[in-house]
């Protein structure tokens, strides 16, 4: 018989270092944006650069925040499951 359960202190732990792991993301994707668009460069390069830029790493970039932010949910949707069953 599989047993099933967690330490909810844990699992409190675990959904807030992921939430902050996606905040620490959803900041590095601004500021690289923000530098990629205040950067002064021209030509064929910089224009590929940017075109990969917007088209693959920025929305890469955005689907793991928001896996992240899922994970997270899942993560309390969990323990609030675990919660309850305690109760």
């Not at 330490?7 to 959803?26: M, P």
């Not at 900041?27 to 530098?35: F, G, I, T, V």
């Not at 590929?48 to 830029?53: E, S």
């Amino acid at each position: 018989m599989a047993v099933v359960g967690a330490e909810l202190a844990s699992l409190t732990r675990l959904e807030a270092a992921v939430a902050q792991q996606r905040a620490a993301l959803e900041q590095l994707r601004a500021s690289l944006a923000n530098q990629i668009a205040a950067t002064e460069w021209t030509g064929q390069a910089a224009d590929r650069f940017r075109a990969t830029w917007a088209e693959e790493h920025e929305p890469a970039l955005r689907r793991l925040e928001a896996a992240l932010q899922e994970a997270s949910s899942e993560v309390a949707r969990r323990r609030t499951a675990l919660e309850a069953a305690g109760a």
